[in-house]
């Protein structure tokens, strides 16, 4: 099992940057990829980036352009660092790992609350 705990999020005024944090703790071999999703109130999770081994990024068309994904695959932490916020990126971000041992295991952390007032 492995246990992934987010910090970093926050309130800021729409332009402002913040920088959300992933570490991980338990199991943590084979963790093939780590990133982020986010829900806000009434909607669905949605995925906001995802880096694979081999440096491989994803990001949603929403935030690219103005968040970056870094991993740090020795620690098995992920930051992302979010700027030019804007009032829709409001939402809880969970963090997101998978682990491939020829079956595909999916953790996630239990949320930071990211409010961008406008």
């Known amino acids: 099992q492995v246990q992934l705990v987010e910090s970093g999020g926050g309130l800021v005024q729409a332009g402002g940057s913040l920088r959300l944090a992933c570490a991980t703790s338990g199991s943590a071999n084979k963790i093939n990829a780590m990133g982020w999703y986010r829900q806000a109130p009434g909607k669905l999770r949605e995925f906001v980036a995802l880096?694979?081994?081999?440096?491989?990024?994803h990001y949603a068309d929403s935030v690219k352009g103005r968040f970056t994904i870094s991993r740090d695959n020795a620690k098995n932490t992920v930051l992302l660092q979010m700027n030019s916020l804007k009032p829709e990126d409001t939402a809880v971000y969970y963090c997101?790992?998978?682990?491939?041992?020829?079956?595909?295991?999916?953790?996630w952390g239990q949320g930071t609350q990211v409010t961008v007032s406008s």
């Open positions: 880096q694979r081994d081999g440096g491989i990024v």
């Open positions: 997101y790992a998978e682990q491939d041992f020829g079956v595909i295991r999916s953790y």
